[in-house]
Each structure stands twice: as structure tokens, then as C-alpha cells.
């Protein structure tokens, strides 16, 4: 791929640019990978959100000048899989199987260098039980070396947002740079996924992993008021279409892909929806009699329409071979770069074909792509296509126009 040119940004094309990361444990260095390419291409994101293993990607980007994030990405994989650096790679069939079993196993046991580490016996015949198997002080240490919060909180600089769940009141939360100052334990929060973590306390209110109620951000960065028209590269680690299993090593891993990936589908499918009416909202009032148009009821109608034009660029890692039950918490660092590369390869494509810069339809609002998919299933790869949330072509039928920015 050192030949990958990635296509010009036209002046053209005035939409600001997000990047929305899944949770996923191990399986987030495909997400990494991902950002490496969109690094060295004219979409820079001003806006990254994440949960989970998402918001720790997050926090390296945000938190690091654009020529090092790439760098600090690195640095944090390559230091929790460091155990398993020695590996071989390029192993295939039952072996390949039974080193991620081994990856997994590990991880169970000993945790991963300055991520997270099991709980000493000291701590469970202590007089307060420990609400986790593990320890994730490792991880505060990594975070405080290498990202700078102060650069996260600065107005100048990339906004971030994580979210995570109020563990008292089971309400979501994101922590958002645009309206409160990020720290550590924020980052934490969004990635403790009970019982392995232990809840984050924030002023006063303790928090677990944001992928109990909802493992995307994306319809945070999407309905967040005031709207700007958004290109939004949606980077999701699990897959909604799949094999049917023949074993129970299969039937636990498809388990997962089908629970984590359907908040993603649900959140797209609804956001088209809602915008659809907004867009229609605002064609209503443009034919509208003043006498009508005027009206109590017509006003409070009018504040919920929007002409923001939305365009999703879907990312999903989909593993070329079975990867098991253990795969978000397999961080065997051959299987890491395996993912990284991926990711990279897969936003390269992306990127080249660019779909985003056709023309968009006169009565469309929403589109959204998925260029891996397309490839997959025989299409061009430049095709413009905008696919569903399900992966079907589908177009509403919406006004172009442009508001709120």
C-alpha cells in the first residue's frame, strides 16, 4: 500500500469531519489502524467520540500534536501487548486457533501491562471485597504519560467525547471537552466493564462502561445541538452479518458480534428517520400561508426541523477467519497488528474510493457508505452507493438544503 494516494479534499465539500469509535476491547487496534490512514489523508477529524476501548483511541488522539498521534497509538498497543511480542506470526489453521486461545487465556490471568491487572488474594480476604476482578491503576499511569489533557481541554483543540453509565441512577453520561474538563478518570469510566472493572468515582457519582446501554456515540455526535453538516467515519469493531455458527466456540463469538454491533444498526436506522421528518418539517413550512406559517403550532413545529446534510462512512472490521470467543480480550500482539493493518488497509480502500464526493441527490439528507461491503458483495468500490444501516441501497426522499451551519 505505499503507493496509497488519498483523494483531494475539493473546497467544495464544507463538512466537518467526525470520528465515532466502538467499544471492543482487544479488537480496538483495528480502530487505530484506521486512524493512520485517515492521518495522512485531507479528513482530520475536529471532532472524535468514543466508549470504551473507543474512548481510550479517543483520548490518545485528542490528547497528542496531529504528527504524534499516530506515534502514541502505537506506543499504547505495543506496551499492553508486550508479553506476547515474541510470538510467531503467519501461523494459520488449528495452530492460529490455539494461539488466540492461548492470547485470551493469558489475558484472564495476568492482565496487560499498564492496562489492567487481576486482584491480589491480599484484596479478596480483605475486610472490604473488591467489586472487580481486576485492577485498572495500571491504566491511569498510561494515560497521564501519554495523552495531555491539558491539550484535550484546550478550546483550540480536537473536541472529545466519551460516554459511560451512572452505575446509582443506570442513566447514560458523556463527558464532552466542548462543556466539562476532561480527566483521566473519565477516559477510565467509559471503559469499565463490570465485573472485570471496577466503577470510576467523578465527582461524587461512580460509572461504568457506556456499553451497557449503548456502544456507539454516534447518535450523540449526530443529534448534538446545533447541527453542523457531518461527514462521520464510524469505526465499529463487530459485525452484524455473520456465518452460522456449527460449534460453541462459534455460537459465543456470533453472540457477540449480534449484541455489540445491533446498537450501531438501531442508532443509524433511527437517525435517518428522525432526520427524514426534520427535513420534511422544513419543507412543510416552506409552502405554508403566512396565516398558518405563523401560527403558535407552526413555530414550536419549526424547532424541530433541520436541513443539516449528514454523510456516514462505515468502518466495520469483519476478521477474515473466525477469531473466537476470546476475541475482545485476546491482545496477543500478533493478532493486534493483524487488526491494525486491517484497519489501515480497509480506510485506504475507503478513502480512495471516496463515495462521499458524488453529487448528492437533490432530495437526500442522510447517506451512508460502506466501501468494504461493496467490495464484498461485487459492487465497485467507487460506485457511489449509499447503503443502509442494514446494508441495503435505500434513499429517502429529503430535501437538500443547509442549516444551523
Given at each position: 500500500?505505499?503507493?496509497?494516494?488519498?483523494?483531494?479534499?475539493?473546497?467544495?465539500y464544507?463538512?466537518?469531519?467526525?470520528?465515532?469509535?466502538?467499544?471492543?476491547?482487544?479488537?480496538?487496534?483495528?480502530?487505530?489502524?484506521?486512524?493512520?490512514?485517515?492521518?495522512?489523508?485531507?479528513?482530520?477529524?475536529?471532532?472524535?467520540?468514543?466508549?470504551?476501548?473507543?474512548?481510550?483511541?479517543?483520548?490518545?488522539?485528542?490528547?497528542?500534536?496531529?504528527?504524534?498521534?499516530?506515534?502514541?497509538?502505537?506506543?499504547?498497543?505495543?506496551?499492553?501487548?508486550?508479553?506476547?511480542?515474541?510470538?510467531?506470526?503467519?501461523?494459520?489453521?488449528?495452530?492460529?486457533?490455539?494461539?488466540?486461545?492461548?492470547?485470551?487465556?493469558?489475558?484472564?490471568?495476568?492482565?496487560?501491562?499498564?492496562?489492567?491487572?487481576?486482584?491480589?488474594?491480599?484484596?479478596?480476604?480483605?475486610?472490604?471485597?473488591?467489586?472487580?476482578?481486576?485492577?485498572?491503576v495500571?491504566?491511569?499511569?498510561?494515560l497521564?504519560?501519554?495523552?495531555?489533557?491539558?491539550?484535550?481541554?484546550?478550546?483550540?483543540?480536537?473536541?472529545?467525547?466519551?460516554?459511560?453509565?451512572?452505575?446509582?441512577?443506570?442513566?447514560?453520561?458523556?463527558?464532552?471537552?466542548?462543556?466539562?474538563?476532561?480527566?483521566?478518570?473519565?477516559?477510565?469510566?467509559?471503559?469499565?466493564?463490570?465485573?472485570?472493572?471496577?466503577?470510576v468515582?467523578?465527582?461524587?457519582?461512580?460509572?461504568?462502561?457506556?456499553?451497557?446501554?449503548?456502544?456507539?456515540?454516534?447518535?450523540?455526535?449526530?443529534?448534538?445541538?446545533?447541527?453542523?453538516?457531518?461527514?462521520?467515519?464510524?469505526?465499529?469493531?463487530?459485525?452484524?452479518?455473520?456465518?452460522?455458527?456449527?460449534?460453541l466456540?462459534?455460537?459465543?463469538?456470533?453472540?457477540?458480534?449480534?449484541?455489540?454491533?445491533?446498537?450501531?444498526?438501531?442508532?443509524?436506522?433511527?437517525?435517518?428517520?428522525?432526520?427524514?421528518?426534520?427535513?420534511?418539517?422544513?419543507?412543510?413550512?416552506?409552502?405554508?400561508?403566512?396565516?398558518?406559517?405563523?401560527?403558535?403550532?407552526?413555530?414550536?413545529?419549526?424547532?424541530?426541523?433541520?436541513?443539516?446534510e449528514?454523510?456516514?462512512?462505515?468502518?466495520?472490521?469483519?476478521?477474515?477467519?473466525?477469531?473466537?470467543?476470546?476475541?475482545?480480550?485476546?491482545?496477543?500482539?500478533?493478532?493486534?497488528?493483524?487488526?491494525?493493518?486491517?484497519?489501515?488497509?480497509?480506510?485506504?480502500?475507503?478513502?480512495?474510493?471516496?463515495?462521499?464526493?458524488?453529487?448528492?441527490?437533490?432530495?437526500?439528507?442522510?447517506?451512508v457508505?460502506d466501501?468494504?461491503?461493496?467490495?464484498?458483495?461485487?459492487?465497485?468500490?467507487?460506485?457511489?452507493?449509499?447503503?443502509?444501516?442494514?446494508?441495503?441501497?435505500?434513499?429517502?426522499?429529503l430535501?437538500?438544503?443547509?442549516?444551523?451551519?
Amino acid at each position: 500500500m505505499s503507493d496509497f494516494r488519498p483523494p483531494p479534499h475539493p473546497a467544495s465539500y464544507g463538512k466537518k469531519v467526525g470520528l465515532v469509535l466502538q467499544g471492543g476491547g482487544a479488537l480496538g487496534s483495528y480502530q487505530a489502524g484506521v486512524y493512520e490512514a485517515l492521518a495522512s489523508s485531507p479528513y482530520l477529524p475536529d471532532w472524535v467520540a468514543g466508549i470504551s476501548i473507543g474512548a481510550i483511541n479517543a483520548a490518545l488522539i485528542a490528547g497528542n500534536p496531529p504528527e504524534n498521534r499516530v506515534a502514541q497509538l502505537r506506543r499504547f498497543w505495543e506496551a499492553i501487548t508486550a508479553p506476547t511480542a515474541w510470538w510467531p506470526a503467519g501461523l494459520t489453521g488449528p495452530v492460529a486457533t490455539w494461539q488466540r486461545s492461548t492470547g485470551g487465556l493469558a489475558a484472564i490471568m495476568f492482565g496487560q501491562p499498564g492496562f489492567f491487572a487481576p486482584r491480589t488474594l491480599r484484596e479478596w480476604f480483605s475486610p472490604t471485597m473488591p467489586t472487580s476482578y481486576y485492577s485498572t491503576v495500571a491504566l491511569k499511569e498510561t494515560l497521564e504519560q501519554l495523552v495531555d489533557f491539558d491539550r484535550i481541554n484546550n478550546a483550540k483543540g480536537i473536541r472529545i467525547s466519551v460516554g459511560a453509565v451512572n452505575v446509582r441512577t443506570g442513566r447514560f453520561a458523556y463527558f464532552d471537552s466542548a462543556e466539562i474538563a476532561i480527566r483521566p478518570e473519565h477516559v477510565m469510566a467509559s471503559g469499565s466493564l463490570p465485573p472485570g472493572f471496577p466503577p470510576v468515582e467523578i465527582d461524587g457519582e461512580y460509572y461504568w462502561d457506556g456499553g451497557l446501554v449503548s456502544n456507539t456515540p454516534l447518535q450523540y455526535v449526530l443529534d448534538y445541538y446545533p447541527r453542523r453538516s457531518r461527514l462521520t467515519f464510524q469505526v465499529d469493531v463487530f459485525q452484524g452479518r455473520g456465518q452460522l455458527p456449527t460449534n460453541l466456540e462459534e455460537v459465543s463469538e456470533r453472540d457477540k458480534d449480534i449484541r455489540f454491533s445491533s446498537r450501531t444498526r438501531i442508532t443509524t436506522d433511527n437517525f435517518r428517520q428522525k432526520h427524514e421528518v426534520r427535513h420534511a418539517i422544513e419543507e412543510l413550512m416552506e409552502i405554508l400561508p403566512p396565516e398558518l406559517r405563523n401560527t403558535e403550532q407552526a413555530n414550536r413545529l419549526y424547532q424541530f426541523g433541520c436541513v443539516t446534510e449528514m454523510d456516514i462512512v462505515q468502518l466495520i472490521y469483519r476478521p477474515h477467519e473466525p477469531q473466537g470467543a476470546c476475541k475482545d480480550y485476546e491482545f496477543s500482539r500478533v493478532t493486534m497488528n493483524n487488526r491494525w493493518q486491517q484497519g489501515l488497509s480497509d480506510a485506504r480502500t475507503t478513502l480512495q474510493a471516496a463515495p462521499w464526493l458524488a453529487p448528492t441527490p437533490q432530495d437526500v439528507g442522510v447517506r451512508v457508505f460502506d466501501v468494504m461491503h461493496d467490495i464484498l458483495v461485487g459492487k465497485s468500490k467507487a460506485a457511489p452507493q449509499a447503503t443502509s444501516p442494514m446494508e441495503e441501497v435505500s434513499t429517502p426522499d429529503l430535501q437538500q438544503k443547509r442549516k444551523h451551519g
